[in-house]
C-alpha cells in the first residue's frame, strides 16, 4: 500500500503539469491565464505573474517528486531496518531557511519597478510636473459603483458635474487618473483587462492610473467580499475615442436628473 501512495501522490504534479502543459499548446500559456491585456503599461504586470508562476511551478514539480521519492524509499512494508532517530542537521535547516529567504528577496527587488509604476509614479500634466487630476472619481458602496465626472469647467464638486452609475467610460490612448473611495466597507476596485486592482479602504481617497490602447467593453469588477450582494457588484467599463467619449459626456450632462443624486462636495 505505500507504494500504491507513493505512485498516487506523484500523479498530483505529472496530472497538474500535462494539463497545464496541453492548454498552453492548445490557446497559449498567456491566454490560458490571463485576459486580455490593453493597457499600455500591463506587460509588466503579466510578466511579473509568468516569473512567479514559473518560480513556483518548478518549486511544485520539486515538492512532488521528493515526497514520492521519500514515501517510495521508506516504505514500512519493504523497510526492514529499524527506525533511526536523528536531531537533524544544522546545515540542512540553514539551508532550507536561507534559499526561500534569499527567494522572497529576489521577488521583491525584481517588482519594485512594477510597484513603482502602479502605485508611485503618477502621470503628469504634459510639460509639467503638476499630477494630472483624475478624469472621474468612483465611490464605491453596497452594492455599486457611484460615477462622478468633472463637467465643463474641469473641476470636481461643482454644478455641472456628471453623474452616473456602473458604466464607467474613458478616452483611448491617453493617461487617465481615477480617484476612488468607499462609502461604506472594504471593497476592491479591479479593472482585469487593465490589470488594475486596488484595494479602497473607508475614509481614504486613493488613485490609480493607467493608459489604455484598445476601444472595447470590459467588466469592472469588485475583488474584496464585501457583503450579501458581492456577487452583483459589478460594472462594465467602455473605452473609446476622445471624440465620443465627450460625446456621451455631454449626452449624460444633458439627460441627467441632478435632483435624483445627493452630490458630496470635492475633498
Known sequence: MGRFWSLLFLLVPVIGVGIFVVCAAEIGIEDHWLPENVNEHGRVIDDLFMFILYLTGIIFIATGIALFWFLWKYDAAKNVEPVKYVHGSHTLEVVWSIVPAATLLFIAIYQMNAWADAKMRRPTLPGSDELLPPLVEVTARQFEWRLRYAGVDQVMGTDDDVFGVNDLHIPVDEDIVIAIKSKDVLHSFFLPNLRIKQDIVPGMKQHVWFKSNKKGVYDI??????????????????????????????EQYENQEVSEFEPEGSE
Open 221 to 250: 469588477v469588485c475583488a474584496e467580499l464585501c457583503g450579501w450582494g458581492h456577487y452583483k457588484m459589478k460594472g462594465r467599463l467602455t473605452i473609446s475615442s476622445r471624440d465620443d467619449f465627450n460625446i456621451w459626456l455631454q
